[in-house]
């Protein structure tokens, strides 16, 4: 049996920041990862759905060019070079993640491990023990029971795709949604989005995810609502979606599952531990990343709360802070996490949306500022899409609880409007601050 302070159950953004704290405390570690290094972020998200971001932005800006007097002719789109230079590049991240490790003096076991007590898991034949573990097994993406369904793929087949397919239905009405199905958009597939309800971003604020739509349909998706996936059939060489009310699309050469994700929890024995899951398979913990069972903690996707990897990365750090550097109090605050969604054009969001701001703060004063314009980007162009920005305050002195943003740039501006937002700023505080000029960033701190 091998001994240590930390057993880290995952290799991916949460574990890998848990573990890597902690050695810093000096703490021997732990680290079980049976695929590669950085999980689902740098393996098949985050990253290397950015690099298909950006790919879209210059497929975007070649068709903006000839209004700033540029004769650009896109020739067409090399994907499998794209692919080529996309994999090369996570790999390279994978070797990284594998050296921060060993330079850490952190042991990693390439397998997946078990629990076979509380403080004990098996893995490849032998027997890891320690007082703390982590569990920071993420996630992956759901698959509808439905005929057919295995003729789809998820957003880990699509970063497998080998060429652009002609004509695509996404279903799912969240971020894999829109990113995977804008960026197909703009290098040139023919998309359609089928969504549940009756729009995309249910829980997002409503200007943002009205004016999204908006943009999507000019750039020509096709948005279908109210439509519950029942089966996918072959059709000659494409594919077909049956929906539940009878309705029938085809020709598709690929659907997309975009449906959500599910915890990689079922095969890490953790009733051996005594740790409990709830009815779809997230651990729950406390404010602390504790579950009930003292000296197990979890984080990151697997605890189904806020599901991004910045998240992830801040709890594991701060767990690591508590329980080895002897800063008792250290946890994570949930509120005010800024997102960016990387559709075209991106969604960036800090804060409480108005409808529940107005929930949360039922007897206070909620008055909200917002704007709509067309970006000076757009001024010699023909097309003329609009971006839009709300603010959401509280109370007499208008402490502001939330700040939304769609369009061209939003990803980068919301980052320092989070600080604000961190700092507890006021309207007055964005009044007060010295625009600069010309941005689409200024408006927000111009607002009347």
């Not at 068709?63 to 994907?79: K, Q």
């Amino acid at each position: 049996m091998q001994a240590f302070d930390l057993i880290v159950l995952g290799g991916g953004s949460g574990g890998l920041a848990t573990a890597q704290r902690a050695a810093e405390y000096g703490a021997r570690v732990a680290l079980f990862e049976p695929a590669r290094l950085g999980g689902t972020c740098v393996n098949v998200g985050c990253v290397p759905k950015k690099v298909m971001w950006n790919a879209a932005e210059i497929a975007r800006a070649i068709e903006a060019a000839p209004g700033y007097g540029f004769e650009v002719r896109a020739s067409g789109h090399d994907w499998a070079k794209l692919k080529k230079g996309r994999d090369a590049y996570v790999l390279r991240l994978n070797g990284i993640y594998q050296r921060n490790l060993d330079r850490r003096g952190i042991t990693t076991v390439r397998a997946a491990a078990r629990f076979t007590s509380r403080n004990e898991v098996a893995a490849g034949g032998e027997t890891y023990r320690a007082e703390h573990v982590v569990v920071a097994t993420g996630g992956f993406p759901k698959v509808p029971a439905v005929e057919g369904a295995g003729l789809g793929i998820t957003s880990d087949g699509f970063f497998e795709l080998e060429s652009l397919p002609k004509r695509v239905a996404v279903v799912g009405s969240g971020y894999v949604a829109a990113e995977l199905g804008s960026a197909f958009r703009s290098l040139g597939s023919e998309v359609s989005l089928f969504v549940r309800y009756d729009g995309l971003f249910r829980n997002f604020d409503a200007l943002v995810a009205e004016h999204l739509e908006k943009n999507l349909r000019g750039d020509g998706v096709e948005i279908v609502t109210g439509a519950t996936p029942r089966a996918v059939t072959r059709d000659g060489a494409d594919l077909a979606l049956h929906t539940a009310d009878g309705r029938e699309f085809r020709g598709f050469t690929t659907v997309l599952w975009a449906i959500g994700r599910a915890p990689n929890t079922r095969d890490l024995g953790l009733e051996h531990a005594g740790v409990a899951v709830d009815a779809s398979g997230w651990i729950p913990v406390d404010a602390y990343q504790n579950t009930h069972v003292a000296g197990i903690y979890a984080v990151g996707d697997v605890t189904g709360r806020a599901e991004l990897t910045p998240v992830a990365i801040a709890a594991g750090r701060r767990l690591a802070d508590r329980v080895f550097g002897g800063q008792k109090d250290r946890h994570l605050s949930y509120d005010l996490i800024p997102t960016v969604v990387f559709s075209h054009p991106p969604i960036g969001t800090v804060g409480l949306p108005e409808h529940v701001a107005r929930e949360r703060y039922p007897d206070e004063t909620i008055k909200v500022y917002e704007t709509e314009f067309v970006p000076m980007f757009y001024a010699l162009l023909d097309v003329k899409p609009q971006t839009a920005m709300k603010l959401v305050t509280v109370g007499p002195d208008e402490r502001i609880v939330g700040c939304h943003v769609v369009g061209p740039g939003a990803d980068e501006m919301i980052q320092g409007f989070a600080v604000a937002l961190a700092m507890g700023a006021r309207k007055r505080d964005f009044d007060d601050t010295i625009a600069v000029h010309p941005t689409s960033a200024e408006e927000l701190v111009t607002l009347r």
